[in-house]
C-alpha cells in the first residue's frame, strides 16, 4: 500500500466513523470499505493500468463517498472539493487532482464514463447489485433516504425503483465485472420480477392481508433494532475496555509506588516527596474506585410476577428478569409476548431504553474517572514542585 492511499485509508475511516450522521445506514465507513475492496479486485483484473492510474483510483475509492459528512445533497460534488484540498496538502499537481475528481464523478448515477478509471470505480460503486444479499443491502439504503427526508418508498414502490435499476438504469463497464458480477445482477433482477408477478396475482383481500403484516414485519424495522442493539453493545464493550485500561494503569502505578517509591520516604532528603506521593496515590486510588464502579455488574432478584408480564413491566429480553426464574414459567410469558408483533417491539424498545440507561452510567462514571484521573496527575505534579521548592528553599 503506497503512503498516500494509507493516508487517505486513515483519514477517511476517521471522518466516516466520528463525523458521519447515524441515519447513514447504506453510505457509511462499511460501504467505502466494501467499493475499496471490489476496486482492488478490478484493478488486479484489469491489464494495462500504470501505478499512478491504480493509485488514483485507489484514492478516489477513499473519498467518493465523503462528501456525505457536509453536502448530502451534492455528495459527489462535496467529495471531490474534499479530495482536492487533501491532496494540494499532499503535493499533488492540479491536473493529476483533476483527474482523481473525474474518477469519483463517475459515480454519479446519471454519468456514462468513457474512460476506463472512472468506470472501474463505477462498477466497485455498483457492485452490491450483484450480491445475493442485494434485497437486505438496498433496504438500508430505502431506510436512510426515509431517515434523512431524502424520499419515503413503500416497499413496492421500492421494488420497482430497483427493477427498473437493474434492467434499465445501470450497465456494467469493465470486463470483469460483466463476466463475473452480470450473472447475479441478473439473478437479482428476476427474483425482484417474480417477486412482483406473484404479488401482482394475488387478489385484492391477499394484497390488504400483505400489506398489514408488512407493518409488523418490516425489514426496515428490523435492521433499526438490530443495528441500534449492536451499537448499544458496542458502545457498553468500549466503555468497559476503557475502564480496564485505567484500571490497569492506576495499578500499575500504585504497584510502583508502594515497591520503589514508598520505602524511600523514611529518608530526610526524601521529606519532600511524601506529600506529592500520597496525593498521586489518593487520586489513583479514587480513580480505581470510579472505573469498578462502571464496569461493576448490577445484581437483580432474577424473578418476575404474573401481574408485572401482564402490565408489561417486565424486560422479558435481559436475563437478569428471569435467571432465577422456572424454565417453564419464563416459557410461557415468552409465549405471550411472540403472538403479538406490537409487544416483540414494545419489548425491544423497552430493551434498547435501559440498555441506554445502563450507558449512561457508565459513560458518565468513566468521564468521571478520567477527569479525576487527569487532575490528580495535574495536582500531583504541582505539589511535587512546591513541595520541591519549599525543601531546597
Known amino acids: 500500500m503506497s503512503e498516500i492511499i494509507e493516508k487517505s485509508e486513515n483519514l477517511v475511516t476517521d471522518l466516516?466513523?466520528?463525523?458521519?450522521?447515524?441515519?447513514?445506514?447504506?453510505?457509511?465507513?462499511?460501504?467505502?470499505?466494501?467499493?475499496?475492496?471490489?476496486?482492488?479486485?478490478?484493478?488486479?483484473?484489469?491489464?494495462?493500468?500504470?501505478?499512478?492510474?491504480?493509485?488514483?483510483?485507489?484514492?478516489?475509492?477513499?473519498?467518493?463517498?465523503?462528501?456525505y459528512v457536509s453536502d448530502p445533497g451534492s455528495h459527489e460534488e462535496a467529495s471531490v472539493r474534499m479530495v482536492s484540498e487533501f491532496l494540494k496538502e499532499q503535493g499533488f499537481s492540479k491536473d493529476r487532482i483533476g483527474r482523481i475528481g473525474n474518477i469519483i464523478m463517475a459515480t454519479k448515477m446519471e454519468s456514462d464514463p468513457d474512460f476506463l478509471t472512472g468506470q472501474i470505480l463505477r462498477d466497485a460503486d455498483s457492485s452490491h447489485l450483484a450480491r445475493e444479499s442485494y434485497v437486505d443491502i438496498t433496504e438500508l439504503l430505502r431506510q436512510e433516504l426515509k431517515l434523512t427526508g431524502q424520499a419515503d418508498y413503500t416497499s413496492k414502490a421500492w421494488r420497482t425503483e430497483n427493477i427498473k435499476l437493474l434492467s434499465t438504469g445501470h450497465h456494467y463497464f469493465t470486463d470483469y465485472a460483466l463476466e463475473q458480477w452480470q450473472p447475479g445482477k441478473d439473478n437479482n433482477l428476476r427474483v425482484l420480477l417474480e417477486e412482483e408477478k406473484k404479488d401482482q396475482k394475488r387478489g385484492k383481500k391477499e394484497k390488504i392481508k400483505a400489506r398489514y403484516k408488512y407493518e409488523f414485519s418490516d425489514r426496515g424495522i428490523q435492521t433499526m433494532y438490530r443495528i441500534t442493539l449492536n451499537n448499544h453493545l458496542r458502545l457498553s464493550s468500549i466503555a468497559d475496555t476503557k475502564a480496564n485500561i485505567l484500571l490497569s494503569v492506576n495499578a500499575i502505578i500504585i504497584s510502583v509506588a508502594l515497591s520503589n517509591l514508598i520505602p524511600k520516604l523514611d529518608n530526610p532528603s526524601n521529606k519532600f516527596l511524601v506529600i506529592p506521593t500520597m496525593v498521586f496515590l489518593l487520586f489513583s486510588v479514587i480513580s480505581i474506585i470510579f472505573a469498578i464502579m462502571s464496569t461493576r455488574p448490577n445484581v437483580t432478584k432474577g424473578e418476575f410476577s404474573p401481574e408485572e408480564v401482564e402490565k408489561k413491566k417486565v424486560n422479558l429480553l435481559f436475563f437478569g428478569t428471569f435467571h432465577s426464574m422456572p424454565y417453564e414459567q419464563y416459557e410461557q410469558a415468552l409465549g405471550k409476548l411472540i403472538k403479538s408483533n406490537d409487544d416483540i417491539y414494545e419489548a425491544l424498545t423497552r430493551d434498547l431504553y435501559y440498555l441506554g440507561k445502563v450507558l449512561a452510567r457508565k459513560y458518565r462514571l468513566l468521564r468521571m474517572t478520567y477527569m479525576v484521573f487527569l487532575i490528580g496527575t495535574v495536582i500531583s505534579v504541582i505539589t511535587f514542585i512546591v513541595a520541591y521548592s519549599y525543601y531546597q528553599g
Not at 466516516?16 to 447515524?22: C, D, P, T, V, Y
Not at 483484473?45 to 492510474?53: A, D, F, H, K, V
Open 16 to 67: 466516516l466513523s466520528n463525523e458521519l450522521g447515524q441515519n447513514y445506514l447504506y453510505h457509511n465507513l462499511r460501504h467505502t470499505q466494501r467499493v475499496v475492496k471490489n476496486t482492488k479486485v478490478l484493478i488486479e483484473n484489469t491489464p494495462g493500468l500504470t501505478e499512478e492510474e491504480k493509485e488514483d483510483i485507489m484514492v478516489a475509492a477513499w473519498f467518493h463517498d465523503t462528501g
